[in-house]
């Protein structure tokens, strides 16, 4: 599945932010994320990052910052419910778009 996302439309305009991105998509890493992201919400329902994480074994981070990417292409969307994050905060739960 080939998930396309224009780093050039970072919301993030630091140069730090810029070159890891920059570096993430040429090793093909953060593409590879997506769509572990995507496939794990497709399999198993709405769901937050930490759940997400938790069931992947990937970086809680690194899920998240794909969920938002993946939300700003229109794949997945906030269903509007939140849930207690590890941290006791509300959390996103996120769904795909059907």
């Not at 599945?1 to 093909?28: E, Y």
Request: charged share 25%; proline share 2%.
């Amino acid at each position: 599945m080939q998930l396309d996302f224009d780093t050039s439309k970072n919301w993030r305009v630091r140069d730090t932010a810029k070159a890891a991105a920059a570096n993430m998509q040429s090793i093909g890493k953060a593409q590879t994320i997506r769509e572990t992201v995507y496939a794990c919400l497709k399999q198993h329902g709405a769901m937050t990052a930490d759940k997400c994480a938790e069931i992947t074994g990937l970086d809680f981070l690194n899920v998240r910052r794909r969920m938002s990417e993946l939300a700003k292409i229109n794949m997945i969307e906030d269903t509007g419910e939140r849930l207690p994050s590890s941290y006791g905060k509300p959390s996103i739960v996120w769904g795909v778009i059907k």
